[in-house]
């Protein structure tokens, strides 16, 4: 292992912030890259490190902070600049023409030339001897299309290794490789290191940085949590790192109820889908929030999106009350009693030009379809409802929800699905981007739901990339790893660091 602690820096961010509308992801942020080192840049899904390197490539402009290249502080404006600057980066959507040929996708905008003219044959011959670099011989001729997702991948990152670069960043670069792929790519990765190269790795699966990785930086809600020689740091200790527990073990405070006798309202038997999710066996009761803990990955949310029916299981079925089956859409789960609020806000979140109201009444609307027979005084009375009741501040119902915080647009957004009534409540990463009071309020409107004094709460499935979150919220936390359940505690067994080592173990299987 190759350390230059001694050396200076060849890259190095300081007191970098970035905001987004009602977010801060990035807030004093420091990072520093030596040559000839793989550095792993480690931390749960939201936790910043893509916008991190969007700044550092001049994606986005920070609002505060300094980036020094080699001594010399640079402000990026835009890629090609960084690029000019000997700053290469593949990041986490591949952006390749795929019905461009192999060859043209490599040399993309800086093609060989002779008199005027694109040489061809020295793009398909450049494109050659860099593939060659990664082990990889393919018909470089051929539209990029016709190839897996894999070598789509190893082209991306083939294009930035063209360039001779003093910095190569990857962002989660093998999140579509097979394992033959990765260790292609850690191949690759190991001679560019011994050439002198500084290699900043972006990843969330805990044995590829321990594969590679000569540091880490951790970073946690925007923040750089620390950066350590990976030969210090304990697995165990990466994720208490990455997933905030607390270093000294207090015992979680839970708020004092009786242990969950009621009656199951979702059940879930071999729930598998291929490539996502292992069979997965689960119960929940009712008036019950049930957390699933883990990491990014671990299969929480493909697990989510099989109960709720917006990804079709292979095999088992899911029961609640006066319904069994597999679901074949989102509808039926809806039908069945089930609501999801998805961790993708913005794809599938908030309409931010509707009005607070409009976006309250979007579930209810695509429930009962044209047949909503509300009148808008109804309407009004529930949108107004609801906003005193989860406390969403704004100025008034018909506020467009663009203009409110991301806490008060995600109350919002569980509103929306609140007004549906369902029996079962599936929360993924409802606090995800908001500050720490509003994340707070939501937890406490949570268990409102749940803990009903006459048993008539909801069901609530609680996922959460913020351990402390879980561990506060849940009657029963699930634990997964690999795709499957690898460990459940009941209140009262619930201790943080078993729970965290369940996270940390070692992959049963080489197949993960
Ligand atoms: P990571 O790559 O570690 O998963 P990101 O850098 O993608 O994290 O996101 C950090 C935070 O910034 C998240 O809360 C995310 O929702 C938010 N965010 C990222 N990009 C945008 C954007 N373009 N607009 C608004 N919010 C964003
Ligand atoms: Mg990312």
Known sequence: MTLHRTAEPVLELSGIHKGFPGVKALSDVSLRLFPGEVHALMGQNGAGKSTLIKVLTGLYTPEAGTIKLGGETIAPRRTEEAQALGIQTVYQEVNLCTNLSVAENICAGRFPRRWGRIDWSAVNAEAKRVLAQMDLDIDVTTPLSRYSLSVQQMVAIARALRVQARVLILDEPTSSLDDAAVQRLFTVLRRLREQGLAILFVTHFLDQTYALADRITVMRNGET??????????????????????????????????????????????????????????????????????????????????????????????????????????????????????????????????????????????????????????????????????????????????????????????????????????????????????????????????HKEDGSGMSILFISSELPEVLHCSDRVLVMRDRRAAGEYRRGELDERSVLEVIAAEPVSAAA
């Open 225 to 450: 949590e620390g950066e350590y020689l990976a030969s210090d740091l304990s697995r165990l200790a990466l994720v208490n790192k990455m997933v905030g527990a607390p270093p000294d073990q207090q015992p979680t405070r839970l708020d004092s109820r009786a242990p969950n006798t009621g009656a199951a309202v979702l059940k879930a038997q071999g729930l598998t889908r291929r490539g996502a999710l292992h069979p997965l066996d689960l119960e929940l009761k009712r008036g019950e929030v049930l957390g699933l803990a883990g990491l990014l990955g671990s299969g929480r949310t493909e697990a989510a999106r099989l109960l709720f029916g917006a990804d079709a299981a292979d095999a088992g079925h899911v029961e609640t009350e006066g319904r069994t089956g597999r679901w074949h859409s989102p509808r039926e789960a809806i039908a069945a009693g089930i609501a999801f609020c998805s961790e993708d806000r913005k794809h599938e979140g908030a309409i931010l030009d509707l009005s607070v109201r409009e976006n309250i009444l979007l579930a209810l609307q695509a429930r009962h379809g044209l047949g909503l027979v509300m009148s808008r005084e109804a309407q009004q009375a529930l949108a107004d409802d609801y906003i005193k009741r989860l406390g969403i501040k704004t100025p008034s119902a018909d506020t467009p929800i663009g203009q409110l915080s991301g806490g008060n647009q995600q109350k919002a957004l569980l509103a929306r699905w609140l007004a549906t009534n369902p029996a079962v409540l599936i929360l993924d990463e409802p606090t995800r981007g908001i500050d720490v009071r509003a994340k707070e309020d939501l937890m406490d409107a949570v268990r409102a739901l749940a």
